[in-house]
């Protein structure tokens, strides 16, 4: 079993596509073993995303990440970050598969709905960075 950490960004609460998004993962059989909905600061939002600091997108993503609620969940499942990957899509969405979350639901490369961890290494960074181990059940 292997876990993962998902975001529905800003834009995805904005546009009530939580239910959708929690819908694509249990009828893919992810698992959700922790979820709370929070705000995130410019702070944090940087914090998060620290491994993007050097990136031209960088002060404009902290920007939207920080603009409104977010919902954060960590899943569960076997293979479960490339599983998930799969169903968001790629970060672009013009250039995600038919069918994904991104491709069915994005309107920038930016806000693009959904986050996913993209490593081992990542998903553990990212679940701690929301998480503590009583708030995963
Ligand atoms: O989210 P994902 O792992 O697919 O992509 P990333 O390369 O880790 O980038 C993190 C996030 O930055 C993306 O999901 C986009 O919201 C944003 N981004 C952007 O605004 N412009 C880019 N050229 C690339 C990413
Ligand atoms: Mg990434």
Same mark, same amino acid.
Request: proline share 2%; glycine share 6%.
């Given at each position: 079993?292997? @876990? $993962?950490?998902?975001?529905? *960004?800003?834009?995805?609460?904005?546009?009530?596509?939580?239910?959708?998004?929690?819908? @694509?993962? %249990?009828?893919?059989?992810?698992?959700?073993? +922790?979820?709370?909905?929070?705000?995130? !600061?410019?702070? #944090?939002? #940087?914090?998060?995303? $620290?491994?993007?600091? %050097? @990136?031209?997108?960088?002060?404009?993503? !902290?920007?939207?990440?920080? &603009?409104?609620?977010?919902?954060?969940?960590?899943?569960? +499942? %076997?293979?479960?970050? &490339? *599983?998930?990957?799969?169903?968001?899509? +790629? !970060?672009?969405? *013009?250039?995600? %598969? *038919?069918? !994904?979350? @991104?491709?069915?639901?994005? $309107?920038?490369?930016?806000?693009?709905?959904?986050?996913?961890?993209?490593?081992?290494?990542?998903?553990?960074?990212?679940?701690?960075?929301?998480?503590? &181990?009583?708030?995963?059940?």
């Amino acid at each position: 079993m292997e @876990r $993962t950490l998902s975001i529905i *960004k800003p834009d995805g609460v904005g546009r009530c596509l939580i239910g959708e998004v929690i819908k @694509r993962l %249990e009828s893919s059989n992810i698992k959700i073993i +922790a979820m709370k909905m929070l705000k995130m !600061t410019k702070k #944090q939002a #940087q914090g998060f995303y $620290t491994v993007h600091k %050097e @990136r031209p997108f960088f002060d404009s993503l !902290t920007d939207f990440m920080s &603009s409104g609620p977010v919902v954060v969940m960590v899943l569960e +499942a %076997e293979n479960v970050i &490339s *599983k998930y990957r799969d169903l968001m899509g +790629a !970060t672009n969405y *013009k250039e995600a %598969e *038919k069918g !994904t979350i @991104r491709r069915n639901f994005a $309107t920038d490369i930016e806000k693009n709905v959904v986050h996913g961890s993209d490593s081992q290494e990542s998903a553990s960074f990212e679940i701690n960075y929301f998480f503590n &181990s009583f708030e995963i059940v």
